[in-house]
Structures are given as C-alpha cells and as structure tokens.
C-alpha cells in the first residue's frame, strides 16, 4: 500500500465527513419509536416542513401516470420540450404543439404542447420513434445576487473598490491594462446599451429568448439586448469599463463586449435559450464567454453547447451559483460543473470562502463576491455573489491572452491556475480551488507547460478532482507526472485522454486503486483514447510516464477530462415492478442510486393486515430532486412531489392486505452521482383506529 495517502488534505476529509453525517442522521431516524418516522436532520435544523397530510389509496386519484414515463406529472415545464432528432432525418413534424424555436444546424427545436395534449401519452409515443435521438423538458435557469443601495457617494468609492487590491489588480495594470483584439460574450440579461462607461466597448449583440405566440401579441418586447434587469450591465461593468471622475473603473480600459440575451427582465430563462448563447457566441468569433447564471441539474443540451466552445477554441467561464447554506443545495451549479468550463467561487475581503459560494470538485478558481459596478440607468451598484467573480477572471483571461498572444485558451486557464494565490485551506480544495486570482502574478509570471512540475512521486501527485480537466506536458523518458484522484462514492471514472504529439509505442497510464500497488493497472496509449475504471471510494493514484520501448521522448503536451459516474447499488436490478426490491417496513435505511439517466427504481411491500405505512426517501443533494411513486393493489397512484428544499419526500397512508409498490425517480430523468436513501415503516393499526397523517 502506498501510504502517502493518509497525509492526503482537503479533499480526502470529504467522504469521511459525509458519511460521519448520514450515520448520525439515520442512527436518529431508526431509534425513534413505531409508527412513526423520526424528523430528518434537516427538520431538526429547521430546514424541513412537516409530514404531508396522507391520502387514502384505496380510493380512486384522479389519473394514473404510466410508470414508462421517466419525468415528474405536473411541473409548469412540461408545456415545454427539446426534441432533438437524429442526423439524416427530417425535421419532425406533429400538429400536437407549437415550434417555438428550430435549430436546424443541430438537429434540435423547442416546441410548446398544445392544451389538452397529454405530456405523458405524447411523449412515450415520440420518444419510441427512431428518428429521435432524445426528448427533454426545458429547464429553468436562474441568476441571484444580492444588491445594497444604489446610492453611493464619490466618498465611497475607493472603499468599495477594495477586491482591485485584493486581486493585485494595479501590478496588472503597469504591465497591462487592455485588450482590443478579443471578444467577451457575456450571456445574461442583456447590457444597458446606452451607458456612458459601457457603450463604447459593445459589438454587435443578439437577443435569443423565445417567447410564445402568446407572448409576443401580449408583450412588448424589445428586440434589443438592452438589459431591463440590471445584472448583465453589473457583470459587464466589472469587466471593462470608462473611468469616471470618482476614480471608478472596470478591470480592463477597452475591451469588446458582446451582450447576448438569454435572461429574462425577471432574471428567469432557460436552458434552451442559454445552450443556443453560448452556440450564437462561438459563431461569432468570440473568444471568451462567461456565464452568470446556472441551474442544478444536467443537460444533454448545455453539455454539447460547452463541448462545442471547447473544440472551437473558445474558454467558457462560469460561476459556482449562490445558495443558503444548510439547504442542501450547495453544489456547483451546471454548466459550471462540466468539465471544460472554468468554475468561479466567491470569497471575502479575509480570503475565506463565502458561505453561499457553492463549492464542490469542480471549482477552479475564487476571486472576490463584493464589488462596485455599473448599472442600469446609467447608474452603479454594490453587488455580491458568485455572479461578480466570475467576470473578475474573464477580464484576467483577456489580459493573459494580450500578455502571451501564443498561448491556446486551455494554456490561458492554466496558467491563471499555475499563478493564483492560495487560500482557505493548503493545497487545491473544494471550496476554493486552485486559490484567488492573483493579476499581477499572471501578467509577471512567464508560462509553463506543466504547472505541476513537482508531481515527479506519489508524495507530490497534484490534485485532479471528478469532473474537472487537466492540461500538463512530460518533458522526457525520465518524467514522471502523479495525479490523486479522489471519489466520493465507487463507481467508475472515465478518463478522455489526448497527447497532443502522438507517440508510437506510447505513454503508460498506470492506475492504483487507493494507492494500492498490488491492484495497479497500466494501459498504453499512442495518441488518444477513453478509458473507463473501476475506482473505490476515496483517493486513488494516477501515474503518466513514457513506455520503456518508446525512443521518440520528446515534451508530449497531454490533456485529461475525469468524469465520475456512481456504483450501481444492492438492489439494482430494480428497474420495473417485475424486479421491484422486497421491503419489510421494519424502518430499515436502504441507500439507493440512480446511475443511468430516466432511471426508475421500484419497491414492493405486502401488507399483512390493515395497517399504517410511512415512506420517507432523503438526499442531501440539489442535483436530485426526489419524487416519490406509490402503487396501491387495485392500480391507483400517488406522486409526492413536493417544493423543495428540504430534499425529501415523505408519505402516510392507511394500507389494506395486499402489494404496494414505492417507486423512487429524479424529478428531470437525470443520472445523479449521489446516494439517496428510503425508509418504510409499517404498523398494523388496531380494529377502529385511524392513522396517524400528522
């Protein structure tokens, strides 16, 4: 065993925490006494809601969903859906919705459903049909971040410019302050297009929200990407802006900005909208975009949008997203999660991170949550959140691109990674990744080709979190590069891996499952390939260096992409109700997953005598939403569905003699690497006694 494993910080604590967690919370659901359910930590910490009122299931509900449909009943996104159809088809056609929006080039379109038209019989008809490659609801995206008053003297300004010190911003500047050879498409609520500071730096923009016929005969809308919310323009402020006579300024003298209407003036869009920005930014030859806004769940469709800037050469820069701390719902938001997009979190003037800074594997980089910036109406604003970070390191990325014109944008990311500061905790961490963004440092400090020079042993292998991506170089036959891979959870990691220089006998990956050198794998690799390992929970080892029949070891720039997928659980498989899980209702915890999309995992129980029983299911995640499923023996149906958070679903019903299945799904059809965990419990009730639905 390789023991430099046990010295291993920061991300190691993690597993070990949550599962510290889950003991003390499930310890305290089972010693509460039948029938009833203990309160979840969550209640405990008033976060959760009481026991919804339960529903006798021997009397008929008003419809029943067909268990082949893999989404939730009754959410206001059904009335819209992505169809994207396969390559060589036609454009589908079909009288039973609206097209809102086509995009031929990419075989997708969003279409809206008509009245009356059943979601669930419509779409378990199309998504049979051969011609289509997948059939999506069109998820909501969101922008939050918090405004003081918009009052603000001359007298305040320098104080409310404090995070330019912060970020060395002025040693930046002695070298470079400018960069007018680029495009920053900035996807959000549009920009004021008349402000003084900012309307000499806009190229052409574009607006992209779809409307309905309904919307567009009761609405006036505006064509432009004028921005009537205010975030976009505090967002584009912060990355370049005219100095005024209070000394105010943006990060950047001159720049191009391009506004791209994706958010609505209430700060809602959608996922549809967002993906097709970041599509209109590409084409247009921009060079950096950044991204605001976020929602919790993954997408076939922002995934492909991002992929897309990756292999046109475009750097996509996102923010974490802001929650409330002790929701649940602290992961990094999408698309800041996907692998090729550089993820921003927030920290205070004290470098510490800030609590309704989302955290997680994917971070990258942190810069200051607090700035002063422009607004609407020609007008400025203090602003905090995730939202004002991540233009703090675009306008950074502008300025090493001026700097070191030679780099490509994956060496640009890097290199703001090789010269930030760290903070928070020693090393790479969840909460702030690779460190603060230090400008001066990245405008002085010359660029490598392998920022982790120093990873030549097991002591000094770098951090390389799921779902992130890395970019380093072996310089020679003697070079060794070690990596720590750390898993929340078994499952697999599938590593995309490409050399820039191909190589005729190739490079040897070798793979040490926690450090274990008696389960090493090696695998040779001459150019590029993808493979997919088994990893236990916890940090595993990855070792690159040359195969010993390899001649030509000359440098060989490299890139990985680690993407995570959970372990299949003990019940699996538990897919239908010919394969549903017995349960025996003695409050036993069963710990579940869902690691294929639009997965289903059904549960059976028979009830001996009438009775009483309650079904809990809880995560402590917001990148799974829930739903809980129960199918009583005559056939009838109840959805527990309920607004979140707390992210649980809980039910009490009155049983007879007979089979009831529990079936547990995500509210999108989403594969979620995160556990979720069901308790049934049941008592059989004494003749004439009610249950207890408090």
């Given at each position: ?175 470079a302050d400018r960069n007018d050879e680029i495009t920053i498409a900035i996807l959000d609520t549009g920009i004021d297009l008349t402000h003084p500071l900012l309307k000499d730096f806009l190229v052409e923009g574009i607006h992209l929200i779809t409307y309905t016929e309904e919307e567009q005969e009761r609405l006036d809308i505006d064509p432009t990407p004028q921005d009537y919310n205010g975030h976009g323009t505090q ?98 938001s999408y698309p800041a999660a996907y692998p090729s997009v550089l993820a921003v979190g927030a920290v205070n003037e004290r470098d510490e991170y800030e609590r309704y800074s989302n955290f997680g594997p994917e971070v990258d980089l942190v810069a200051p949550g607090t700035v002063f910036t422009t607004d609407t109406g020609g007008g400025f604003t203090k602003v905090q959140g995730t939202s004002m970070a991540a233009p ?105 891996i490409y050399f820039h220089v191909g190589k005729y006998n190739g490079i040897d990956l070798t793979f040490y499952p926690n450090g274990d050198e008696n389960l090493a794998q090696t695998f040779t690799i001459q150019k590029e390939e993808v493979l997919v390992l088994e990893v236990p929970q916890g940090a595993s080892l990855i070792r690159l260096s040359y195969n010993d029949k390899e001649r030509r070891t000359t440098p ?139």
């Amino acid at each position: 065993m390789i023991h430099w494993l046990k010295t291993y910080k920061g991300a190691v604590v993690f597993g070990a925490v949550a599962c510290l967690a889950l003991f003390t919370l499930f310890y305290s659901v089972l010693t509460e006494p039948a029938p009833r359910l203990a309160e979840s930590s969550l209640e405990q910490d008033g976060q959760g809601g009481a026991a919804q009122e339960g529903q006798d299931l021997d009397q008929p509900l008003e419809e029943t969903a067909s268990p082949d449909f893999p989404f939730t009943e009754g959410f206001e996104e059904y009335e819209e859906w992505m169809i994207k159809w396969k390559k060589g088809f036609p454009r589908p056609e079909e009288e039973e919705f609206e097209v809102l929006d086509v995009d031929d080039k990419r075989q997708i379109m969003l279409v809206r459903l008509h009245k009356g038209v059943d979601p669930m019989t419509w779409y378990k008809r199309w998504a049979g049909r051969t011609d289509i490659e997948y059939i999506r609801p069109n998820q909501r995206v969101e922008i939050k971040s918090w405004h003081d008053s918009k009052s603000v003297t001359p007298e305040q300004v320098e104080a409310l410019q404090a995070y330019l010190q912060q970020i060395n911003a002025e040693a930046a500047w002695e070298v470079a302050d400018r960069n007018d050879e680029i495009t920053i498409a900035i996807l959000d609520t549009g920009i004021d297009l008349t402000h003084p500071l900012l309307k000499d730096f806009l190229v052409e923009g574009i607006h992209l929200i779809t409307y309905t016929e309904e919307e567009q005969e009761r609405l006036d809308i505006d064509p432009t990407p004028q921005d009537y919310n205010g975030h976009g323009t505090q967002v584009a402020g912060v990355i370049v802006a005219a100095e005024n006579e209070w000394g105010y300024r943006g990060l950047l003298r001159s720049a191009n900005l391009m506004p791209v209407k994706v958010m609505r003036d209430d700060g809602s869009g959608s996922e549809f909208d967002v993906a097709r920005g970041i599509y209109h930014a590409v084409d247009h030859q921009a060079d950096i975009i950044v991204l605001s806004v976020g929602f919790p769940f993954n997408s076939e469709w922002m995934r492909e949008a991002v992929e897309y800037a990756e292999e046109h050469g475009v750097l996509v820069i996102a923010a974490t997203g802001n929650s409330e701390e002790g929701t649940g719902a602290m992961q990094v938001s999408y698309p800041a999660a996907y692998p090729s997009v550089l993820a921003v979190g927030a920290v205070n003037e004290r470098d510490e991170y800030e609590r309704y800074s989302n955290f997680g594997p994917e971070v990258d980089l942190v810069a200051p949550g607090t700035v002063f910036t422009t607004d609407t109406g020609g007008g400025f604003t203090k602003v905090q959140g995730t939202s004002m970070a991540a233009p703090q390191v675009a306008a950074l990325a502008a300025l090493v691109m001026h700097q070191y014109p030679e780099l490509t944008p994956v060496e640009v990311r890097n290199h703001m990674i090789y010269t930030a500061e760290d903070v928070y905790q020693e090393g790479w961490d969840m909460y702030t990744g690779h460190g603060r963004i230090d400008m001066g440092a990245a405008l002085s400090t010359p660029p490598v080709k392998d920022i982790y020079a120093a990873n030549h042993s097991p002591e000094q292998a770098a951090p390389f979190p799921i779902e992130t991506m890395v970019y380093s170089e072996l310089r020679d036959k003697e070079d060794r590069d070690y990596f720590i891979v750390e898993t929340p959870y078994r499952g697999t990691i599938e590593l995309d891996i490409y050399f820039h220089v191909g190589k005729y006998n190739g490079i040897d990956l070798t793979f040490y499952p926690n450090g274990d050198e008696n389960l090493a794998q090696t695998f040779t690799i001459q150019k590029e390939e993808v493979l997919v390992l088994e990893v236990p929970q916890g940090a595993s080892l990855i070792r690159l260096s040359y195969n010993d029949k390899e001649r030509r070891t000359t440098p060989v720039p490299y890139q990985i992409t680690n993407s995570f997928n959970i372990y299949k659980d003990n019940q699996h498989p538990n897919h239908s109700p010919e394969e549903a899980y017995p349960l025996q209702g003695d409050g036993k915890v069963i710990v579940g997953t869902l690691h294929e999309e639009q997965l289903q995992d059904w549960f059976v129980f028979e009830a001996p005598a009438p009775g009483q029983l309650e079904v809990l299911v809880t995560v402590h995640t917001s990148r799974l939403d829930p739903v809980l499923r129960i199918y009583t023996p005559e056939g009838h149906e109840h959805i527990e569905d309920n607004d979140d958070p707390p992210w649980e679903e809980r039910y009490v019903t009155k049983v007879r003699p007979g089979r009831y299945y529990i079936v547990v799904e995500d509210y999108y059809g989403n594969q979620v690497n995160e556990e979720y965990y069901l308790i049934a419990t049941y008592s059989p009730l004494e003749e004439g006694t009610e249950p207890d639905t408090r």
